[in-house]
């Protein structure tokens, strides 16, 4: 029998996935025990400082297409349609309720060797890491700190942090603040050289970061020929699978195989945990998966994963990075002439 776990810095992972859980859709409190099903670590619904966020969740809007574009139904079955659009929101709750709640959860997975994770999404600095400290204070043992959501340009209550300088300085306040707690920082996809804000992230004390946040898009809509939900929107979903595969390989070439890498963005089942894993990340989170194909989700996650490992022998931690360190040069390929076949043949006439 292979071994799942996975390591984090100092921390022991049963598993290597994680996710958000359904507090994002639902903000209450029983559904997260549901949640973990087999998970070692749920991150919970994100928080901050400001009541124009808590209010963002009930103007949140979400669909799923398919690859016509066609909106699908949201039935909580998987498996998933492969492209989401969304305009999500912070948890409509008070800061100190949720932070209490959160904490109560967090002790209670501790009984089940798994983790309840708080979640600040950064608007003022000093307000975060003022709610970083109260996580700590209640006891959570791991804080996910989300400078990289897709919203920032669209909404002023949250922010994504695209230079190096600016993920130094936010970083290294927050370290400062929560000292006792993991440290997770999640970073956007949006620059031109994600590595370089892990390294920023990795040097100012965060003990992992998690990558890659989703891209912004608009979809016109052909019947109301208005963008689809109204507004730009988080573009996620399968197809981002290899831009976050790419990213966490870059990272692990650019900070070294010993730094964690999580993953997030694209991965949907057991299959796509691996390859992440491939791409150099230790763990991996798994949110539209579960929001949108069910609980169930989990579970068939953590068999897929398993059966792939017993097919290769292998326990997860070898495959860390397996992929990300075979990556070849362009110019170490053969010269095969493969172009040939992948032009209509009347050009070849
Ligand atoms: C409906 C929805 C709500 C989300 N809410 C949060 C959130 O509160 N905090 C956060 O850090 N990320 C949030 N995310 C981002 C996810 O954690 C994840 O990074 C992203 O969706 C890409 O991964 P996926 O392909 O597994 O969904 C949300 C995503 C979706 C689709």
């Known amino acids: 029998m292979t071994s799942l776990a996975t390591q984090i810095g100092t921390l022991r992972l049963k598993i290597p996935s994680s996710l958000l859980p359904v507090s994002t859709c639902r903000p209450h409190p029983a559904s997260v025990p549901r949640s973990r099903q087999g998970a070692a670590v749920v991150i919970a619904k994100s928080t901050n400082e400001t009541a124009a966020a808590r209010l963002q969740l009930e103007q949140a809007e979400y669909r799923l297409l398919d690859e016509n574009w066609n909106v699908q139904p949201w039935t909580f079955r998987a498996p998933v349609p492969p492209f989401v659009l969304s305009r999500s929101g912070l948890i409509g709750r008070e800061v100190d309720d949720w932070v209490a709640e959160i904490a109560a959860l967090d002790a209670e997975a501790a009984k089940q060797n798994a983790y309840v994770a708080g979640s600040v999404i950064l608007a003022d600095l000093d307000a975060g890491v003022e709610i970083g400290r109260k996580f700590q204070r209640a006891g959570v043992r791991i804080l996910e700190f989300n400078i990289g959501t897709p919203y920032g340009d669209e909404a002023s209550v949250v922010t994504t942090e695209r230079s190096a300088e600016r993920v ?64 730009n929107a988080a573009y996620g979903g399968r197809w981002a699978l290899p831009l976050s595969c790419y990213w966490l390989a870059k990272t692990r070439k650019a900070l070294g195989p010993q730094y964690p890498l999580i993953g997030t963005n694209g991965a949907q089942d057991g299959q796509d945990v691996a390859r992440m894993l491939l791409a150099g990340a230790s763990a991996v989170e798994m949110c539209t998966a579960v929001l949108a194909g069910g609980f169930g989700v989990i579970h068939e996650t953590i068999t897929q994963l398993e059966r792939y490992l017993d097919g290769k022998k292998l326990d997860a931690t070898a495959l860390i990075g397996h992929a990300a360190d075979a990556v070849q040069s362009f110019a170490e390929q053969p010269a095969n002439g493969s172009w040939r076949h992948h032009v209509p043949p009347q050009t070849l006439e």
Request: glycine share 8%; proline share 5%.
């Open 168 to 231: 130094a300085t936010v970083v290294r306040a927050m370290r400062q603040g929560v000292d006792r707690m993991a440290l997770w920082v999640k970073l956007t996809g949006q620059s031109e050289n994600v590595a370089a804000l892990a390294h920023a992230a990795k040097q100012a004390g965060a003990d992992a970061v998690v990558m890659i946040g989703r891209p912004l898009g608009m979809l016109p809509d052909l019947e109301t020929m208005r963008p689809l939900i109204n507004t």
